[in-house]
């Protein structure tokens, strides 16, 4: 059965950090629908004006954030000394787990292009120690399909495999079609599936989608895709399971109860937030 479209929401423009221009397409708002994605920010500019001002040091709890840089670059520093950078094709996979500060600084580029999610930790693994994984490029398989690519950012495409993430199974796929082109996706029927045109527009199971746009699926066992413009698209698959838990967000922290909250930001007012020391993965 051929999935179809369930809901769709277009990103807006807003302001974030300490002054960076993006597109937000999935928010509090939306966290039930496309459940366990609860964030989705896409960056796309050639005026560094736009993003330089980055992300100074900032906390997480409760949540996993995963960074793709299509073209550009992120610099990551953490609570405990740590930095890393992605750039053109990269992913950064960081667990808040109990708690993280950290910071993310977008040095000029001629364009940059990329998109952040927000995925949900279950309730079980809300506190769990924070952790940093970095998905280099060669990690990646860009694997050729008729009309276009597949990069395989995590979980399994097929016979081939991705990063494994540690708490949710996550497919993420970077879909490049060439123009007029189409491809069907085969996908597990209870799985929660969600789609994002990052550039380019696409018709998906038969349905007209504009750029910048999120498309959560109904049940099905494949879905259609076909780019209908003149020139290549990318659009981002993104595949876990619905965890139908309570949610209580504010900010940078999603923990599952109002109290749970409130302690949170009790204790990054007292000084006594951060509880385990980071665990490292760069390949």
Request: proline residues 4%; hydrophobic residues 35%; aromatic residues 8%.
């Amino acid at each position: 059965m051929n999935r179809q479209v369930q809901q769709q929401i277009k990103g807006f423009l807003t302001q974030d950090g300490a002054g960076v221009n993006l597109v937000r397409v999935l928010e509090n708002q939306t966290s039930r629908v496309f459940d366990p994605i609860l964030m989705l920010d896409s960056f796309d500019s050639q005026n560094p004006e736009d993003y330089i001002a980055g992300f100074p040091m900032h906390p997480h709890r409760g949540i996993e954030t995963i960074s793709y840089v299509v073209q550009g670059q992120m610099q990551h520093r953490d609570s405990l000394g740590y930095s890393d950078t992605i750039s053109d094709g990269e992913v950064q996979w960081m667990t808040a787990g109990s708690g993280i500060m950290h910071e993310e600084m977008i040095p000029e580029t001629n364009r940059l292009l990329g998109v952040q999610l927000w995925l949900n930790l279950p309730q079980k693994d809300k506190m769990t120690s924070p952790a940093y994984h970095s998905i280099k490029k060669e990690m990646i398989q860009q694997i050729d399909v008729e009309g276009g690519s597949i990069r395989l950012l995590a979980g399994n495409y097929k016979n081939y495999s991705g990063y494994q993430g540690k708490y949710l199974p996550l497919d993420y796929y970077d879909i490049r079609l060439d123009s007029e082109s189409e491809i069907t996706i085969d996908t597990d029927t209870d799985r929660s599936v969600m789609l994002f045109t990052l550039s380019g527009e696409a018709v998906i199971s038969g349905t007209h989608i504009t750029e910048k746009t999120a498309v959560k699926l109904t049940k099905g066992d494949q879905v259609s895709l076909c780019n209908p413009g003149k020139k290549p698209n990318n659009i981002l698959f993104i595949s876990s399971i619905t965890l139908n838990e309570s949610i209580s967000w504010g900010g940078p922290i999603v923990m599952n109860t109002q109290e749970e909250l409130e302690k949170a930001f009790a204790e990054l007012r007292a000084g006594t937030f951060l509880k385990d020391k980071m665990e490292y993965s760069i390949d």
